[in-house]
Structures are given as C-alpha cells and as structure tokens.
Nanobody, 129 residues
C-alpha cells in the first residue's frame, strides 16, 4: 500500500527553524520524484521543493532558495524538509507527494501538483509575528 505521512509541523517564531518529515511506503524513492508543496489559507497550492529519483537533483521555489532544503533517507523511506529563517509568509499546510506514474532515476521532475499521484494529509506550520 502506498502511503505518505507528514510530521514535524508546529508553531515557531519568525526567524526560527523547523524540520518536517515524511514517512513513505509502497514505492522506492530511488526511481520516483518526490516533492513538498504548501498551501496557505485562501491561496493556491505552491511547489516548495522537488527531488529527482535517487536524490540526484533538487529544484526549489525561487523565494525559498537558501532557506529550505529537501533531503531523503532511502533506507528509511523518509523525506525531509529543513526550513530555516521562517517568516510569517511561510505559514501554511505542508504536503509531501510522490509521482508514481513516472519512472525517474535522476530525471528532471515536474513542478505542478497535478503531476503527482500520491499525497500525505499535510502538517501545519504556523509562524507567529
């Protein structure tokens, strides 16, 4: 059974850091694009970071480069998102996702949410100002 589940969300002060985790099962991240998306209340879902199968390459939203880092532990089937220097604008529900419809080993992964087939339920991140 394919399953993704986020954890690690919470409330932090501006400038703080937080690391999100995504436990996965039912597929191999070695050959699968994985990603983090986020959605704030009243706003569209947006791509945060995308990682190629096997972790060969990563793409970030331009505004998040240098602050957010996507990584994975293949042995543990876990995906991570390290967030630094958090700002009020980063408050959102964060989702991890996988594209099981594409065989990807070091490919250029898609950036649109509708191109990902499996999703976690999301974890909330709040940033107090």
């Amino acid at each position: 059974q394919v399953h993704l589940m986020e954890s690690g969300g919470g409330s932090v002060q501006p400038g703080g850091s937080l690391t999100l985790s995504c436990a996965t099962s039912g597929f191999s991240m070695i050959t699968t694009c994985v990603a983090w998306f986020r959605q704030a209340p009243g706003k569209e879902r947006e791509m945060v970071a995308v990682m190629s199968g096997g972790g060969g390459d990563s793409i970030y939203a331009d505004t998040l480069k240098g602050r957010f880092t996507i990584s994975q532990n293949v042995a543990k089937n876990e995906l991570y998102l390290k967030m630094n220097s958090l700002q009020p604008g980063d408050a959102a529900t964060y989702f991890c996702a996988a594209n099981l419809g594409l065989f990807c080993l070091g490919c250029l992964c898609p950036r649109r949410g509708d191109q990902y087939t499996d999703w976690g339920q999301g974890t909330q991140v709040a940033v107090s100002s």
